[in-house]
């Protein structure tokens, strides 16, 4: 069963690891890039110590004693990624599509008629990007997201034509990239991209919504959104002219941010959203330097501008914005949507559960352009024991990752309410006495060596202890080779009218949290 597939033929050419290679790993070295405390990419030898993407990075460290850490840097990507970008567009293909930094398509049947076919086009494109010394493989199929998979399957893997479902047939219903439908499908015992695509399209429709209707299209060989494209009557193209030729970069980018927001405003009113942007800038001396940027939903003004800072980083450093003897700068910025699709929902609020309002999310933006993109962020409960560890800060715009869903799960030793009204960043220390002064302790069977006293915080004037609560043991990290942590928390109060929450970590006693 097939349906309806794209009329172009797409080749993806996929660098492995790519994320990996941009900072500087070198052969057989341990390394782990990761973003938001999340592995998003790590080197063969890694992988082969258990290390995986979107593994939290405690666990990553536990498999792999001597990791490399290396938090994500997208604009050195960027950069890294644009010059295999060029000499593919310069020697293969003359127009093509960047998904991300390690992650390139474009239309593939023109340039297969010209180098002698689909599989030699393969080649050619694996073979250009070798020359500068970076891994590759191409995939070839009727759609971008079919050619991906083939290009992760081995090098030069030509999908046929209307042969989309027959090749997704076979993989995990995971792999179309929506994980509650995809748990709902195994509920349900479907649990092969084939076993969903052959269930009526009707049924689909009336049961799963939205993201079911696009997934079960991808199932079947299809898109994921129907096809649509712009038309003279309603361009929603956005521009800057610099009265004088900018030679600022960080402002042109600023301005990208500016553009991308007005960009928005135009689809928002049209009830349309892009999967792909062109990035043109034209310079003082007369050239247009051009970039598509693709991404599957919606590209908000952050990923824009973290784009176009790359990309005229990139053209910075080999030259290509250099005037020669002409007059130097950026005459115009001009971003022109692609892909454009209907609108079909907005992405999360702060709180997770509502959408979020669209001035609030542009507000948010604009914030985050002047502050820096962690300068807005929003609340997810996730799991943890201490109060401390039971709430993440998300950047407004980034999705929260895999550990944000175990707010949920079992957590052996988790602190009881009621909950502590301000929790300290920083553990603050403290001291814990008997009667006679001596620091009280904590025994192995969670048995106290004197009756609290007295406590002092952060060195100031001690008081008399008239409460407790505890204490509460927590293992933490047992399977680490380091031995992992124990410790214990106490909830205590105080002659002065405070409530405190203890923890006792190797002998030493510290504030976790105030209770008022």
């Keep these: 069963m097939t349906g309806a597939t794209d009329s172009v033929r797409v080749v993806v050419v996929w660098v492995p690891d790519f994320p990996v290679l941009a900072c500087g790993a070198q052969d057989g070295e341990p390394v782990a890039v990761v973003h938001r405390g999340a592995v998003v990419a790590c080197s063969a030898s890694a992988r082969a110590a258990g290390v995986r993407r979107h593994m939290r990075l405690p666990t990553a460290q536990a498999r792999c004693p001597g990791l490399r850490v290396v938090e994500r840097d997208l604009a050195a990507e960027v950069r890294l ?6 000499r593919v567009e310069a020697e293969v293909v003359p127009r093509l599509e960047v998904i991300r930094p390690g992650l390139l398509a474009a239309p593939a049947r ?4 010209y180098w002698g076919g689909e599989p030699q ?23 971008t997201f079919v050619a991906a998979l083939a290009a992760r399957r081995g090098d030069g893997v030509v999908v046929p034509a209307e042969g989309n479902a027959a090749f997704l047939s076979p993989y995990p219903v ?7 439908l995809a748990e709902l499908l195994k509920q349900l015992g479907i649990r092969t991209v084939g076993d969903f695509a052959r269930l009526p399209a009707g049924r689909v429709a009336e049961r799963l919504g939205t993201e079911g209707i696009g997934a079960h299209r991808v199932a079947r060989g299809g898109s994921a959104r129907p096809v649509s494209v712009r038309t003279a009557v309603q361009d929603h193209t956005v521009q800057r002219l610099f009265e004088v030729a900018e030679e600022q970069l960080d402002a042109v980018v600023f301005v990208a941010v500016a553009l991308a927001d007005e960009l928005h405003e135009r689809l928002a009113a049209a009830g349309a959203v ?6 043109a800038v034209e310079t003082a001396d007369g050239r247009i330097l051009t970039r598509i940027f693709r991404h599957e939903g919606r590209l908000s003004s952050r990923a824009v ?28 910025l001009t971003l022109r949507p692609d892909g454009i699709a209907p609108d079909t929902g907005s992405q999360g609020a702060f709180d997770g559960e509502r959408d979020t309002p669209v001035e609030v999310e542009r507000a948010a933006a604009r914030v985050q352009a002047v502050l820096g993109h962690r300068a807005v962020a929003r609340i997810i409960e996730v799991g943890g024991r201490g109060p401390g560890d039971r709430i993440r800060l998300v950047p407004v715009g980034d999705v929260p990752d895999d550990g944000a869903g175990a707010a949920g799960g079992p957590w052996q030793g988790l602190l009881p309410a009621p909950h502590p009204a301000a929790v300290y960043p920083v553990r603050r220390p403290a001291r814990l006495t008997g009667a006679d002064g001596a620091p009280v302790g904590v025994a192995g069977r969670l048995e106290l060596s004197a009756e609290p006293a007295f406590l002092s915080v952060d060195g100031r004037r001690p008081a008399g202890v008239n409460g407790w609560a505890g204490p509460w043991p927590v293992l933490e990290r047992w399977w680490a080779r380091d031995g992992g942590r124990r410790v ?6 105080t002659d002065d009218g405070h409530a405190w929450l203890l923890l006792v970590d190797r002998s030493r006693w510290w504030v976790e949290a105030h209770y008022g």
């Design 81 to 86: 990624f644009e010059q295999v970008v060029h």
């Design 110 to 113: 023109g340039a297969a008629r």
């Design 121 to 143: 086009l393969s080649v050619r494109l694996v073979g250009t990007v070798a020359e500068l010394g970076l891994p590759a493989r191409a995939g070839i199929a009727d759609s």
């Design 174 to 180: 995971g792999v179309l990239g929506v994980p509650r």
């Design 274 to 279: 892009c999967g792909r942007v062109e990035a």
């Design 305 to 332: 501008a973290e784009r176009v800072r790359g990309v005229l980083a990139a053209w910075s450093e080999t030259g290509l914005l250099d005037a020669g003897d002409g007059e130097p700068g950026i005459r115009r």
């Design 488 to 493: 214990a928390r106490m909830q205590v109060t």
